[in-house]
């Protein structure tokens, strides 16, 4: 069974830093394209940035220059590096394949930016 498990958010003042790790254990996921989702309550789903297999990132335009995507391919794991933190990047932070859209979707790991 595909299982993801998000870690790594937390409470912190404006302007800080968090590092974001998704793990996807019960497949191989070297070749799927990963991203990170952004969701605040009574919204759908955002997602912020992706990065393909190869290591090629991409990024929502809001994100740009504060959050990098990366991956560990040996360790199943990805990666999403959040610095200048702004208010608005409160919210539940989820991972999941592009390619294959794993269910269910993990717990998801909550950031809260106090300004």
């Known amino acids: 069974q595909v299982q993801l498990v998000e870690s790594g958010g937390g409470s912190v003042q404006a302007g800080g830093s968090l590092r974001l790790s998704c793990v996807l254990s019960?497949?191989?996921?070297?070749?799927?394209?990963m991203g990170w989702y952004h969701q605040v309550p009574g919204k759908a789903r955002e997602m912020v940035a992706h990065i393909l297999p190869g290591g090629g990132a991409n990024y929502v335009d809001s994100v740009k220059g504060r959050f990098t995507i990366s991956r560990d391919n040996t360790k199943n794991t990805v990666y999403l590096q959040i610095n200048s933190l702004k208010p608005e990047d409160t919210g539940v932070y989820y991972c999941?394949?592009?390619?294959?859209?794993?269910?269910?979707w993990g717990q998801g790991t909550p950031v809260i930016v106090r300004s």
């Open positions: 999941n394949s592009l390619n294959n859209q794993y269910r269910p």
């Open positions: 019960g497949t191989n996921f070297r070749l799927d394209t």
